[in-house]
């Protein structure tokens, strides 16, 4: 381990004596990083820091290739390295997660999602329209079809989660494609509770009648039951799409088993790779053979070419989520957000659900300090904790402003924090937000951006996170 990091520490020198060579402002932030990385408390929930491995894979020549098609149908010459890294990282994601197929060119959880999308659509949407316009599928249409095609798509209707409630931008809000390639619906949770109310979903599916329901959050501090969802999409005659860019981690880890894990249940699952699952930034869909052809026309219908350099560095990642250490890696990872959502509530703060069963919590800061998420992320941030805002249902404060703040764990268990380390973290946030105090407005209101923050408060806070931090270093070995 530590001869790999010595190998590493001169490998990254001598790579940014190169770049410094052309534009030093650029190895200049790099190095900068690297310190700012290891100096803040990283608490958001979406963040990682992937292996010294992974992220050396993508500094290379794989990067000037084309590649666009598919393994061994190539649109460019000379694509013999490329189909043989695409393989790996397809074999690896294959058997990580036991899928019938797998796709790994997508360059984001973003463009999963539309690959999924497309796919969907492409499969279903079947017998009338494209028996009239005398095609089998979607890419048999000639261009003039396409205008009747696209009002058929458009009548087409998902339902997601709401954003309040923990959902995702691309599940069918009105700014986002999403919401404008289907007609949406969204289903929220239950008021007291605050968990997804399956049978109160059920109902609604059976009215709206969705082609798709996807299942999947960014803010939703709960495991889902994904054999319960697969009941719901088959009572309606729905595609299932899970939507794990999240939660990856925990499925590849094996925390997530049986009915919590999706692959066995959804149609169709798209994720990024670089969240909990802890690889390069990127995305990938898995699917079953039924919806395979229809996503392996991702590129040309929503992407370009590959990058072979990050389909490489998903091969590795793949390759070190499969191992026992990762696995080790992602139940602690559920075992400290356990850890840190029992030290917040025991000091009195209002949870979400009152608790965790994945890798996130999500704090509602305006019951349980008078403050808006806004004001919360922002004293935290000047105390060297970062966080990030986020709305909690049926927010008062709207999606701007915010009640709430989000934190995950995978990124300081990576750095080797345990339940104790998290049980500090937590007396570290509460001790800052009780010292935060809303400004008034000019209008004589509760401010909902200023703030002051008690003397010294930040100070003691970062040289407390700090300790923290030098007790374990990030890339340990590694010097720069
Ligand atoms: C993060 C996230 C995405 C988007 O991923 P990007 O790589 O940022 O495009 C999609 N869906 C969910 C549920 C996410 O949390």
């Not at 690959?115 to 009239?132: D, F, G, K, M, Q």
């Not at 040309?300 to 990762?326: I, N, Q, Y």
């Not at 105090?437 to 100070?459: F, M």
């Amino acid at each position: 381990m530590s001869d790999l990091a010595a190998t590493a520490s001169s490998a990254y020198a001598q790579a940014l004596s190169v770049i410094e060579s052309v534009e030093p402002r650029i190895s200049g932030a790099i190095r900068s990083e690297l310190d700012d990385q290891r100096a803040s408390l990283k608490l958001i929930a979406s963040e990682n820091y992937a292996s010294l491995a992974t992220l050396l894979t993508m500094g290379n020549w794989l990067s000037d290739k084309y590649a666009e098609g598919t393994i061994g149908h190539r649109f460019y010459a000379g694509c013999q390295n490329i189909d043989t890294v695409e393989s790996v990282a397809a074999e690896h994601a294959r058997e990580l997660f036991g899928s019938e197929y797998a796709y790994v060119q997508p360059h984001s959880g973003i463009d999963a999602n539309l690959v999924a999308y497309w796919a969907i659509l492409n499969t279903r949407i079947e017998s009338p329209t494209l028996a009239r316009l005398g095609a089998k599928n979607v890419n048999d249409l000639s261009h003039s079809d396409w205008e009747a095609l696209r009002r058929e798509f458009n009548s087409q209707r998902v339902m997601g989660m709401s954003l309040d409630a923990g959902g995702h931008l691309t599940h069918g809000f009105r700014h986002n494609i999403s919401g404008k390639m289907f007609e949406q619906l969204s289903y929220g949770t239950d008021p007291e509770t605050g968990l997804i109310d399956y049978d109160q979903l059920l109902a609604t599916a059976r009215e709206f009648k969705p082609l798709v329901i996807v299942a999947g959050y960014s803010a939703y501090p709960r495991r889902v039951n994904f054999a319960r969802m697969r009941e719901i999409a088959d009572a309606v005659g729905a595609t299932l799409f899970v939507d794990m860019a999240h939660f990856a981690g925990l499925v590849a880890g094996k925390v997530f088993t049986g009915e919590e894990n999706p692959v066995p249940y959804a149609d169709i699952v798209a994720s990024t790779t670089h969240k909990s699952l802890r690889g390069p930034r990127g995305g990938f869909v898995l699917a079953t053979k039924e919806y395979s052809d229809a996503v392996d026309k991702g590129c040309p219908m929503v992407l370009g070419g590959p990058l072979s350099h990050v389909m490489a560095a998903k091969a590795v990642a793949f390759a070190e989520a499969r191992t026992p250490d990762f696995q080790a890696y992602a139940q602690k990872v559920a075992d400290n957000a356990h850890a840190l959502a029992e030290g917040l509530m025991k000091r009195g703060v209002k949870l979400v659900t009152d608790g965790t069963d994945n890798h996130l919590v999500l704090l509602d800061v305006t019951t349980s300090f008078g403050l808006t998420g806004r004001q919360a992320e922002s004293a935290l941030l000047d105390s060297g904790v970062v966080t990030n805002r986020n709305s909690i249902p049926r927010d008062p404060n709207g999606a701007w402003y915010t009640s709430g703040v989000r934190i995950g764990t995978p990124a300081l268990t990576s750095r080797g924090f345990g339940a104790d380390e998290f049980d500090r973290v937590a007396e570290l946030m509460v001790d800052v937000l009780k010292q935060t105090t809303p400004v008034t407005a000019s209008n004589g209101q509760p401010g909902k951006a200023k703030y002051s923050l008690a003397d010294g408060v930040a100070d003691r806070t970062k040289a407390s996170a700090a300790e923290l931090l030098d007790a374990n270093p990030l890339y340990p070995g590694l010097e720069l």
